[in-house]
């Protein structure tokens, strides 16, 4: 039976539309990660729901995968979508998700796509414009000669004008536009 209890991987909490109508939200939680593929995820899903002819599925929750690929009801498609995510690395998993905040929820038809614009991560300053001035300089992405020229170097002012080249996330990952 599947477990009942939240994740701490991609999972989705799966009820159906019948029962919940009739006033329940019996379900459980089902990790992606233990499913190859979206067929053999469906199949567990209409095992769970079996006291039902035809289970009609509802995804009521979801843990551990970006919002923008959740939706109450989903295909073949997007399952696969999201097991594919299941197989990166939970580094890889994180930089994906963070991709989709600091894009407004959208994520690329190829998960590498994002991993191929990550830049890296912005040092933990308050300042998000002067952070991204120091990031770009210490990444090579500008050169400033070495010395005490460097210290009249405005990195805010540098920073707020690079920022609409870069997409970056709440969390101060760093993605190429």
Known sequence: MADTTATD???LYVGTYSKYNNGSIKGAWLKLEDYADSAEFFAACKELHKDEADPELMFQDYECF?????SE???SETIDRIIEYTQLSEHDQ?????????????LPEDFSDALEAYAGELPDMWNKDEALGYFLADHGYIEIPEGSLSNYFD????GRDEKGNWNISENGYVFHV
């Open 66 to 70: 970006p919002a923008s690929l959740y």
């Open 9 to 11: 991987s991609p999972a």
């Open 155 to 158: 990195y805010e002012a540098y």
């Open 94 to 106: 994180n930089i994906v998700a963070e991709y989709a905040e600091a894009t407004y929820g959208t």
């Open 73 to 75: 009801c989903m295909g």
